[in-house]
């Protein structure tokens, strides 16, 4: 069994198509995987993403405090289980990334809804202490697995839990490689391929 993390932005567009492409390679592989998504927030995430998205006169602040919110919700809709933790991402970034939609607690609550959350529930989740700590947590996990430049992906073989190997900006091809030569890499995860690379 593998056990795999992503790590994302949900803002990104090529975090979205990574997402895409490993959610469709773990649906036909051969080997059972336990497969989470992990949002991740910095300054250099935030400061990619005006660049890239060429948002002159951007603030700073703002898309700061939009994304947070955003990995947020996605965590408090994952307390309703991982499918339509799953399903509420995959609606916010098609809204965000795909149609331009400005993200707001208004989007957040009406995907909610659309994915059949219990939305008190889910009121109460997005603002409460514990999902401010587990973001926290995922952001020194990515930290600590060495997911420095995302989105990236880690994964483990379940035998053997102290071995890892990191992917950044990989293709479906380059995650069938990896899962499919089995490899381990001793230590902490460190990159092994990469699409330029290949």
């Not at 109460?124 to 995302?150: N, P, T, Y």
Request: hydrophobic share 40%; charged share 25%.
């Amino acid at each position: 069994m593998l056990e795999t993390y992503l790590f994302i932005t949900p803002w990104g567009d090529e975090c979205f198509n990574c997402e895409k492409e490993t959610i469709r390679y773990f649906k036909h592989a051969e080997e059972k995987v336990d497969f989470k998504i992990v949002t991740v927030l910095n300054m250099n995430i935030v400061l990619k993403y005006i660049k890239r998205n060429r948002i002159k006169g951007a603030d700073y602040n703002d898309l700061f405090s939009r994304m947070y919110l955003t990995s947020l919700d996605y965590k408090a809709a994952c307390y309703q289980g991982k499918a339509k933790g799953r399903s509420f991402l995959t609606l916010m970034q098609t809204a965000i990334i795909d149609n331009g939609v400005s993200y707001s607690l208004e989007l957040g609550s009406t995907i909610a809804k659309e994915v059949g959350l219990d939305l008190e529930m889910f009121e109460l989740d997005r603002q409460s202490d514990m999902v401010q700590e587990e973001f926290k947590h995922d952001q020194q996990l990515a930290h600590e697995m060495g997911a420095e430049d995302i989105p990236a992906a880690v994964i483990f073989n379940i035998k053997d839990e102290e071995c890892g190997i990191l992917m950044e900006h990989y293709d479906y091809e380059t995650l069938a490689s990896v899962c499919q030569l089995k490899m381990i890499h001793k230590t902490k995860p460190q990159p092994l391929f990469t699409p330029k690379t290949l």
